[in-house]
């Protein structure tokens, strides 16, 4: 089974530019979720999306950062423009139901990660 | 904000068994306890989890205390491969799924 995809891998960019990653979740997994790892801590979640509507967004920086997820399927996560503190790996994430769908708990599969440096 | 305390890092001989603890001393009754690991370079895999009893699969297995205010994961017999951060993380309809700092596991040969 495929896992979850992501691309690019690794982005160089200078701050006050544009940038953009690209998720595509497990086949058949109604939830993706966004993180953001900063060096040295865990992940933290910017954004969870149930088929293609948002489900929590309350940690994700609004007046920069955007996302969406097409047809319930991928999903781009944009930044712009770009900060230095913006310099994290990007995670994404997906699990085959989710919470609002009535599951208590469920599994998250995550993809490899990008990793974005801003100079 | 994380609801779970691990200790920063760990150290562990390759082949022995190695015992990674959790605090959760606020856990509601319906919070599931959820432990992920992190190899370098790589995003977080999922290990194993409970609600209650003890568990065991392929991986580790999870001890839970009877009050369920600490956890403990448990890998039989360390290897190289098993090098990781590992996360503690509680679960309860999406809510809590907070990633702490974690314990960084190192193996030695």
């Known amino acids: 089974e495929a896992g979850v995809a992501q691309s690019p891998r690794y982005k160089i960019i200078e701050k006050r530019q544009s940038v953009a990653f690209w998720c595509n979740p497990i086949?058949?997994?109604?939830?993706l979720y966004w993180y953001q790892q900063i060096l040295g801590q865990g992940p933290k979640l910017l954004i969870q999306f149930q088929n293609n509507g948002v489900v929590d967004d309350s940690q994700l920086p609004k007046d920069r950062f955007s996302a969406e997820r097409l047809k319930g399927v991928d999903s781009t996560l944009k930044i712009q423009p770009a900060k230095l503190e913006d310099s994290a790996v990007y995670l994404c994430?997906?699990?085959?139901?989710?919470?609002?769908?009535?599951?208590?708990?469920?599994?998250?599969?995550f993809g490899p990660g990008t990793r974005l440096t801003v100079l | 904000d994380a609801k779970t305390t691990q200790p920063n890092s760990m150290e562990s001989n390759e082949e022995e068994p190695v015992h990674l603890p959790c605090n959760h001393s606020t856990i509601s009754g319906t919070d599931y306890i959820h432990w992920y690991r992190q190899l370098p370079s790589q995003g977080p895999e999922y290990v194993i989890h409970?609600?209650?009893s003890n568990v065991n699969n392929r991986m580790a297995s999870l001890a839970i205390a009877e009050d369920r205010k600490s956890s403990t994961l448990i890998l039989h017999r360390a290897t190289l491969r098993d090098a990781a951060v590992y996360y503690c993380?509680?679960?309860?309809?999406?809510?809590?799924?907070?990633f702490g700092p974690g314990t960084r596991l190192s193996v030695l040969p």
């Open positions: 994430a997906s699990s085959l139901e989710g919470p609002s769908l009535g599951v208590s708990t469920d599994t998250q599969y």
């Open positions: 993380i509680l679960d309860n309809y999406g809510q809590n799924f907070v």
């Open positions: 086949s058949g997994h109604a939830t």
């Open positions: 409970g609600l209650t």
